[in-house]
């Protein structure tokens, strides 16, 4: 194998020409700064959604409830920045419903009261539905169970 000598070597024949230099270093620099804020934008910057689910809750909070001839179905808990809501379908399945303010009671798991929140239900003809979104504490969020009473 023959040895190269870095004496004898013309490095001045292995410069590259400015112009190319001054066309391709910027260009690299904006597609390395494009990719940085794509990449933070995907990492960091996410939709703002007020509502996020409260993870905390019973299985038994949300299962059907009957109050009546009232059907309460697809219970749903939501928890948002200051206020957590408590929302369900109620179906009729007897004689026309007048409205009514009902007190929905939250239990512990012993089934002692913990809290109280009026709701007012609606006139719901028989066979007809109505979606309620009612505003609870925090601290009936993590209940139990609940019944309505009313």
């Given at each position: 194998m023959?040895?190269?000598?870095?004496k004898?070597?013309?490095?001045?024949?292995?410069?590259?020409?400015?112009?190319?230099?001054?066309?391709?270093?910027?260009?690299?620099?904006?597609?390395?700064?494009?990719?940085?804020?794509?990449?933070?934008?995907?990492?960091?910057?996410?939709?703002?959604?007020?509502?996020?689910p409260?993870?905390?809750?019973?299985?038994?909070?949300?299962k059907?409830?009957?109050?009546?001839?009232?059907?309460?179905?697809?219970?749903?808990?939501?928890?948002?920045e200051?206020?957590?809501?408590?929302?369900?379908?109620?179906?009729?399945?007897?004689?026309?419903?007048?409205?009514?303010?009902?007190?929905?009671?939250f239990?512990d798991?012993?089934?002692?009261e913990?809290?109280r929140?009026?709701?007012?239900?609606?006139?719901?003809?028989?066979?007809?539905?109505?979606?309620?979104?009612?505003?609870?504490?925090?601290k009936?969020?993590?209940?139990?169970?609940f019944?309505?009473?009313?």
């Amino acid at each position: 194998m023959k040895k190269i000598d870095i004496k004898k070597i013309n490095f001045k024949n292995l410069k590259v020409d400015n112009k190319i230099i001054k066309i391709v270093i910027p260009i690299v620099a904006l597609v390395l700064v494009v990719s940085i804020c794509i990449f933070i934008g995907i990492a960091y910057i996410k939709p703002k959604d007020n509502k996020k689910p409260n993870l905390g809750i019973s299985n038994e909070l949300v299962k059907d409830k009957t109050y009546l001839s009232l059907s309460i179905q697809n219970i749903e808990i939501e928890e948002g920045e200051n206020l957590v809501h408590l929302m369900a379908n109620i179906f009729n399945n007897g004689e026309t419903f007048s409205d009514r303010m009902v007190d929905i009671v939250f239990l512990d798991q012993e089934e002692k009261e913990i809290g109280r929140v009026p709701t007012f239900i609606s006139q719901i003809e028989h066979g007809g539905a109505i979606r309620i979104d009612t505003v609870i504490d925090k601290k009936s969020a993590k209940a139990h169970n609940f019944r309505v009473e009313g």
